[in-house]
């Protein structure tokens, strides 16, 4: 069984569109993130939710919104795309209210090329 | 800032041979330390972690680290490498009152047959 799944695995897309990553997780997990892997292998978070509130929110363009229906799903949604947003987007979850012990477990990730 | 340093980018061992993995973080109060390693094209997966207690934490596929507070560092070892451990390493660190892991650059393991 899947753990943390994310759909798509590919995107291409043209610069200035608009797309969605989804991210699900059958953990019973509280709470769920988004982390960018740039084309060095850099990971850096990008927002967190746990019980569908918004925990972290790092430096990101208002371009980027997390919507959390509930707590099983964080899904990431990117306007007016850019180049510099080609990368691999990861999600994770964690079973606790996100604290600094809490064992995160990742999905495969969703690698976004930008045209 | 709190940071995490893996000095090493690219590592090449023989198969069979024995593996260190360094990581350096930067200090803090209640370090939660964690690797990672991610296959070509996958996710990261948890290969141990340490929160308290014994300094030498044993992991997944035989791998052990050691905190070493003195130091500031959690290295990874193996004493004898596999062709399937070839991968991307992760080092990442947590610190109470936080809410988000500070991962490294990653080292890259390849392993020579």
């Known amino acids: 069984d899947t753990a943390v799944s994310q759909t798509p695995k590919y995107l291409v897309t043209q610069m200035g569109n608009d797309k969605s990553i989804k991210c699900e997780q059958n953990?019973?997990?509280?709470?769920m993130y988004w982390y960018k892997q740039d084309s060095k292998k850099f990971l850096k978070i990008m927002f967190s939710y746990n019980n569908k509130e918004l925990i972290i929110n790092e430096t990101v363009p208002n371009r980027f919104s997390p919507k959390s229906p509930d707590k099983a799903h964080l899904n990431l949604h990117i306007n007016s795309l850019e180049l510099g947003d080609s990368a691999v987007y990861f999600c994770a979850s964690s079973q606790g209210a996100g604290g600094a012990g809490e064992t995160q477990y990742f999905g495969p990730g969703t690698r976004l090329l930008v045209l | 800032a709190q940071s995490v340093t893996q000095p090493d980018i690219h590592i090449t061992v023989s198969e069979g041979a024995s593996l260190e993995l360094r990581c350096n973080y930067s200090y803090g109060a209640t370090p939660y330390l964690f690797w990672y390693v991610q296959s070509p094209g996958q996710g990261l997966q948890l290969l141990l972690k340490?929160?308290?207690?014994?300094?030498l934490v044993q992991g997944i596929k035989g791998f052990e680290a050691e905190f070493k507070r003195s130091q500031s560092s959690f290295n990874l070892r193996k004493p004898s490498v596999h062709w399937s451990d070839a991968a991307e390493y992760f080092c990442?660190?947590?610190?109470?009152?936080?809410?988000?892991?500070?991962f490294g650059t990653g080292t890259r393991l390849k392993v020579l047959a």
């Open positions: 340490y929160f308290s207690g014994d300094t």
């Open positions: 990442a660190v947590a610190y109470s009152g936080t809410y988000k892991y500070i």
């Open positions: 953990l019973g997990h509280d709470t």
